[in-house]
């Protein structure tokens, strides 16, 4: 069979650029396609803050210009390769020259910018794939203007659309957005009570409409879930599917992992890590107390407001707390506070650094991930991989992935509970630190399990291939 041509268009990817779990699938999944005779490239902006170590090695390929709105902007078409993909980067100072990846006055126009580039640099970069795979509201252009614009263009190229959170969904003013798309009538797909939703035309244009759990793709056509989009997601349901993402488990292995302190494939290894962590973190050094850690963007969409509701009755008990992330001020205010106020007891790193994510996971013993939604949730797979068991809100990702400890069958990887309720966490969390105090032979049998927990991107790899083979009739 004719190897398949994946070109995928995402604004992240591990390593060069990562602002959460979006960056994890886009470094991890094309490699595991790669692996499957299938010709995957990628194409992402070429932000400033990509590491030297790479940028040196990029080539420079070609230049062009794209219009958006009145105005020609410049294109330059970097390459890289690695792992068997082939990696493209989009350069313009102008746009992507920032601080961060995200969050500037003008990020509509600098996607509509990144979007026109994508679909006009397939004739330059001579790849013209069989599956155009855009992800999330920052690509969400790209299926709608392939149907309505670049359809002559690129007959044989059917559009892949994922959502990995439905909360962002590229949602502006009708007078901000339509001067920039260049069209020459109204974007219908696009209209949402008077503004105009990127992510809207993206559902009703592309071809196949995935998300990154089976749970996720139920609980999207429910007003509670759907961010007003669910009555979309009813009307798509046809071409939509929940693949479960994977973790890429060569980058979050403990036995290779240089960025942890020591390391290792067993719980002895773990108690290592657990002691330096805390030596690194100034909190005392004592195994036998519980570190109850968080790697999460401060956000509502985390549970931080029934942690924040419960916070004075979970430090009650006798166990670390150690927080690793940025967001909402209302947030890192508040770990901040905490920190000071109770100083031995828990530890708050307002920042964004992967090398001390790896520290955390390997040093806990218990991660929290009381999410009020988690399309999928990668850091309960990646807390599991070191032998940290996971406590979760039963949705999304999180519902497909974990399953309670039961003592007497000796099965589960973890706690959980259901309803998005304060002293519902709270319960959970003393029962994970009851049985952490009380039953260490069945701690160690939990950690054993979690550690025996996989979510690698094989099995979620074929999943794609059967559906774009679908979807292009090369079954
Ligand atoms: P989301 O994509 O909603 O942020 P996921 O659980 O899918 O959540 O993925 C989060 C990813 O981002 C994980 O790899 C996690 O380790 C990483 N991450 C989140 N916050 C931080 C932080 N402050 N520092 C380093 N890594 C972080």
Redesign the pocket.
């Known amino acids: 069979m004719d190897a398949l041509k994946i070109l995928f268009a995402a604004s992240e990817a591990f390593p060069f650029a990562?602002s959460?779990?979006?960056?994890?699938v886009i470094g991890s999944l094309p490699k595991a396609l790669a692996k499957k005779n299938t010709d995957v490239r990628v194409i992402l902006p070429k932000y400033s803050s990509i590491a030297d170590q790479y940028v040196q090695k990029f080539k420079f390929l070609m230049h062009f210009n794209v219009k958006v709105g009145y105005e020609e902007h410049y294109v330059g078409i970097f390459e890289y390769k690695t792992d068997h993909v082939t990696f493209y980067f989009v350069d313009n100072e102008s746009f992507f020259s920032r601080n961060q990846l995200y969050g500037d006055y003008d990020d509509a126009e600098r996607f509509i910018f990144f979007s026109r580039a994508v679909l006009e640099c397939i004739p330059y970069i001579d790849f013209f794939p069989d599956i155009l795979h855009c992800h999330d509201w920052q690509t969400a252009l790209i299926p709608f203007l392939l149907k309505e614009q670049y359809h002559w263009h690129y007959l044989n190229t059917k559009s892949v659309f994922t959502i990995?959170?439905i909360k962002y969904q590229g949602l502006y003013g009708f007078n901000d957005l339509n001067p920039l798309l260049n069209l020459e009538y109204f974007p219908s797909a696009m209209e949402f009570y008077n503004k105009l939703n990127l992510m809207k035309g993206a559902l009703y244009s592309a071809d196949l409409v995935t998300t990154v759990s089976p749970s996720y793709a139920e609980e999207l056509k429910d007003p509670y879930y759907g961010e007003n989009l669910d009555g979309v997601v009813r009307d798509i349901d046809f071409k939509l599917h929940g693949i479960l993402n994977g973790i890429d488990e060569s980058v979050y292995n403990p036995q290779t992992d240089s960025d942890i302190f020591t390391q290792y494939t067993t719980f002895s290894g773990k108690v290592k890590n657990k002691k330096a962590l805390q030596e690194y973190l100034d909190l005392p050094i004592n195994p036998d107390i519980p570190v109850l850690s968080m790697?999460?963007?401060l956000v509502e969409?985390k549970g931080l407001d029934l942690v924040a509701g419960v916070i004075h009755e979970i430090l009650q008990m006798d166990l670390q707390l150690v927080i690793?992330?940025?967001g909402e001020s209302q947030y890192e205010n508040l770990f901040r506070e905490l920190a000071y106020a109770y100083p031995k007891k828990v530890c708050a790193c307002i920042?964004?650094?992967?090398s001390?994510?790896r520290k955390i996971y390997a040093g806990s013993d218990l991660f929290l991930m009381p999410s009020k939604f988690e399309?999928?949730?990668?850091?309960?797979m990646?807390c599991m991989r070191y032998g940290t068991v996971p406590i979760v809100r039963e949705t999304g990702g999180l519902k497909d992935t974990i399953q309670y400890y039961n003592c007497e069958t000796k099965t589960g990887n973890g706690y959980s509970f259901k309803t998005y309720n304060a002293h519902d966490m709270l319960y959970t969390i003393q029962a994970a630190v009851g049985l952490f105090y009380d039953y260490k032979s069945d701690w160690q049998q939990l950690v054993q399990n979690c550690f025996n927990t996989h979510f690698n991107w094989d099995m979620a790899a074929e999943t794609y291939l059967y559906f774009y083979r679908k979807t292009t009739n090369k079954l």
């Open positions: 990562k959460g779990g979006l960056g994890d990995h959170n790697v999460t963007r969409q690793l992330g940025t920042d964004f650094d992967e001390l994510s399309p999928c949730g990668l850091s309960q990646i």
